[in-house]
């Protein structure tokens, strides 16, 4: 029996093949080297456009002329090329990807390491850099070794106050930075039942944290419904029974809000043992967590309420922005206290819109903590909406109430 | 191919973020790449880059997707990068402009002489020859090559 990347790739474990892929994408970020090396590949050729996208996230809008100079170049491209173009406050690549774009059992490559974000839809999503896309856009495909998997094994219901990120966050804390490298993870079991798509897409974003190349959930009635809603009629893939190199097993109802501790994503402490660390700023947004369910889950905590520090909230996209105002619940952010950043990937990467300074400690929703990431001599802390939103209030790490 | 140089020894899991900062990447002047690879590790190793083969810990090159930290190494003049393992983007990324890299866990002393050939999978260091796993044929060709700019442009 074949493993879901296996039935997709269409070989097996260790085989090397050349794929066409079904979508490929890039940002303004490594858009402006692939747009070089695809000019000195050929500068004239390319493939399918209709499977090609770029989205502007990483630096939106502009911080300075270089940069703009560089965007200009790329939208221009982008333009001219008739390829799927995102401007700045569009969003964020991967979420973008995620709004009825990428479906079950597709072949979908990113320039960007949190492609894998994609697996949620029981697509094959995966990671490269920005010369492999260049190739991507000549010929329309590119090569891959099929990987081995490991199986993540989830049963029962989340209880208390945890949520996917916890979660996900402890699957990276027991398999290590490079505990899956080379190798797919499969999120299968029971459990998953209870899990939405944007809990999905939390489990299969920081898959790239533990070293995997891809992060697979099967496609199944939640997957079917989230695409019907966006004008898609897909099928179910049947989970097969398959051999993993490594086997995890979560009872959701043993997962308690954590905490991963500077510089490293995979150490993760109970959020209970940080509780009363000072903070500077709270950050809620990105690929991991910048989601509507995540906007208003940090509502639902802060409303009528007051944020005692600095606080960025940023959706992955325009889509969700434009939600959270018509519901309201924008309103209740800003009553809080907290400010908007533009659709895009906000302070996560350390370019712009919420730079931390040396000593400072930021709690962030996102998925790296790496030494100064967000700002040389800045310390960040990666937790959950629920812990971002209570520590907020409280200006220390503070474990969420059950709600 | 074949190559020598001399070790420059670095710890296990080094980040991309580690290997040159994201504050350096909004541009494609790639002697800033040069000047602040590692920066945030030990801003003075630097030069002593020229002609280096990096041993490395395990999990080299984890972390984001960004292509400038391998051109930024080959610019600083690294010869190959030797570590047990890679994270897997910055593999294809390291074959992709034309800098090779060995899975190997050698032990490393600072400036001891190592010489390698990627086709014939072997190193030589500290008096000793260790096998490595060869790349695939594809990798060996993209490198072969120069990269994989050049190995599209000989495969138009």
């Not at chain 1, 692939?34 to 090609?52: C, N, Q």
């Amino acid at each position: 029996m074949s493993s879901l990347s296996e039935r997709i790739l269409g070989a097996s474990a260790g085989e090397y093949v050349d794929r066409t892929v079904d979508r490929a994408f890039a940002h303004d970020g490594t858009g402006v080297l692939a747009l070089e090396a695809w000019k000195r590949m050929s500068g004239v050729r390319l493939s399918d456009t209709s499977k090609l996208y770029l989205h502007f996230d990483h630096i939106a809008p502009a911080n300075n002329s270089t940069t703009a100079a560089l965007q200009h170049e790329l939208r221009v491209f982008a333009k001219s090329s008739f390829m799927h173009f995102s401007d700045i406050g569009g969003g964020i690549c991967h979420q973008l990807m995620s709004e009825g774009v990428v479906l079950p059992g597709e072949i979908v490559v990113g320039a960007d390491s949190h492609s894998v974000t994609l697996g949620a839809f029981g697509a094959f999503a995966t990671g490269v850099g920005a010369t492999d896309m260049a190739a991507i856009w000549l010929t329309g495909e590119t090569w891959f070794r099929v990987p081995e998997s490991v199986g993540i094994h989830i049963t029962g219901t989340f209880s208390g106050a945890a949520e996917a990120k916890d979660l996900a966050l402890s699957y990276v804390g027991k398999l290590g930075t490079d505990g899956a490298t080379y190798h797919a993870l499969e999120f299968v079991g029971e459990g998953m039942n209870h899990l939405t798509m944007d809990d999905r897409l939390v489990l299969s974003n920081l898959s790239v944290e533990a070293g995997a190349k891809a992060g697979l959930c099967y496609a199944d009635d939640v997957t079917v419904r989230y695409l019907k809603e966006r004008g898609h009629t897909v099928a179910s893939q049947d989970y097969e029974s398959c051999t993993y190199v490594e086997n995890l097993d979560f009872d959701l109802s043993d997962i308690v809000p954590v905490v991963a501790v500077p510089h490293r994503v995979d150490t993760v402490k109970p959020a209970e043992q940080l509780s009363g660390l000072p903070i500077d700023q709270v950050f809620v947004g990105t690929c991991t967590n910048g989601r509507y369910s995540d906007l208003e889950r940090f509502a639902r905590i802060v409303k009528g309420r007051k944020v005692t520090v600095r606080t960025i909230v940023v959706p992955a996209s325009a889509e969700i922005l434009m939600k959270a105002t018509r519901s309201g619940i924008l309103t209740d952010i800003l009553e809080a206290g907290c400010t908007i950043g533009t659709p895009g990937c906000g302070p996560c990467l350390g370019y712009h819109q919420g730079v931390i300074s040396e000593g400072e400690v930021c709690l962030s929703t996102a998925n790296r903590n790496f030494k100064n990431r967000m700002g040389v001599g800045g310390e960040i802390y990666l937790s959950s909406v629920a812990t971002a939103a209570a520590s907020a209030l409280e200006g220390a790490i503070t474990v969420p109430e059950v709600t | 191919m074949q190559g020598e140089g001399h070790a420059v020894c670095l710890p296990a899991d080094i980040d991309t973020d580690m290997v040159i900062a994201g504050r350096y990447l909004r541009t494609k002047d790639r002697s800033i790449w040069r000047a602040r690879v590692f920066e945030d590790l030990d801003p003075t190793i630097a030069p002593r880059l020229q002609g280096a083969v990096i041993v490395a810990g395990k999990n080299f090159g984890c972390g984001s997707s960004r292509e400038q930290a391998p051109v930024a190494l080959r610019e600083a003049g690294v010869v190959a990068v030797i570590a047990p393992s890679f994270a897997r983007i910055f593999f294809r990324n390291a074959i992709n402009v034309g800098l090779p890299l060995i899975e190997s866990d050698l032990a490393c002393s600072n400036g001891m002489k190592i010489a390698f050939s990627i086709r014939d999978g072997w190193v030589d260091a500290g008096g000793k020859r260790y096998k490595v796993r060869p790349l695939s044929p594809r990798m060996q060709d993209i490198l072969a090559a120069g990269g994989l700019v050049e190995y599209w442009r000989s495969h138009p």
